[in-house]
């Protein structure tokens, strides 16, 4: 018989995390009309090792992944966890899976991440977040051009809008499409475009004038205003690519279930895909 030297016991009384980053598997994820749709993902799988124990069996990560369940994200995810509790014997476990996301043909793909941890008695965490860019139109240039009659307009710039949320998993489902839906800006940014579209996308934009402080507080009322049941926390990050600056400009707007309690309100006149 081959010694199991992983089982030995440690005498230092250093508790660790341990396990594996970069796997790359395809998972089958459910979309919010039932249908399915294949991702792949880089997934990264880690246990809480207690003080007294030498060490993990490493290929137990990679096998949890060979019964991967066809559900909704976080739901995926949370079945991984739970399965890596139980063949390590282990009281805490954390999945990340990162991969990019399909919109839709003119929006392209989105940048997405999961992540599902549990540890000891508690019920699992999870933590979801997208990254899609928008087109904004700056309101100062574009107010000084309007105030002073001149022939030039504003400067755009591309916007891209992180939203990361958190909370208990249950029976309510964070989809992936709805995150996406709640990014706000002057305008959409596509992938196709004809020369009446672009006209069209552009005078769009301009009727939108956006800051990026509109951006992020306009990002964060609707996705409150969506997921504040279902959520414990909400933070929206926006990094601007300036046209006429050599810098990228940066802001970020949060909210926590146990930090507010007013009532979210949805702004209009903000861009929001629908």
Not at 52 to 72: C, K, P, Q, T, W
Not at 80 to 96: D, F, G, N, Q, R
Request: charge should be negative; proline fraction near 5%.
């Amino acid at each position: 018989m081959l010694p199991d030297i992983q089982s030995e016991s440690d005498h230092r009384g250093i508790p660790v995390t341990v396990g594996v980053d970069g796997i790359v598997r395809r998972i089958t994820l459910l979309t919010p009309d039932l249908s399915t749709i294949d991702v792949d993902a880089v997934i990264t799988a880690t246990c809480g090792l207690p003080a007294n124990a030498r060490g993990v069996h490493m290929s137990r990560f990679y096998e949890i992944l060979d019964d991967v369940i066809v559900e909704s994200p976080t739901r995926v995810l949370t079945a991984c966890v739970e399965s890596l509790i139980e063949k390590m014997c282990l009281p805490k476990a954390m999945v990340t899976a990162q991969f990019v996301y399909p919109i839709s043909r003119q929006d392209g793909y989105m940048s997405a991440k999961i992540s599902v941890r549990r540890g000891f008695a508690d019920l699992p965490q999870f933590f979801v977040s997208i990254s899609r860019p928008v087109m904004t139109v700056c309101p100062c240039s574009l107010a000084m051009s309007i105030t002073s009659s001149a022939k030039w307009s504003s400067h755009t710039q591309r916007c891209t809008v992180d939203i990361a949320v958190s909370g208990t998993c249950g029976d309510d489902i964070v989809w992936l499409e709805d995150l996406a839906d709640c990014v706000c800006g002057s305008a959409p940014v596509r992938c196709h475009l004809k020369r009446s579209d672009e006209s069209e996308l552009v005078a769009s934009a301009f009727g939108n004038p956006m800051f990026i402080e509109d951006v992020v507080r306009d990002t964060l009322l609707y996705t409150v205003g969506e997921f504040q049941d279902v959520v414990d926390a909400v933070e929206v990050r926006a990094m601007s690519q300036e046209s006429i600056h050599p810098y990228d400009v940066v802001a970020t707007a949060t909210w926590r279930r146990d930090e507010d309690q007013d009532q979210v309100r949805t702004e209009e006149g903000a861009y929001k895909d629908s």
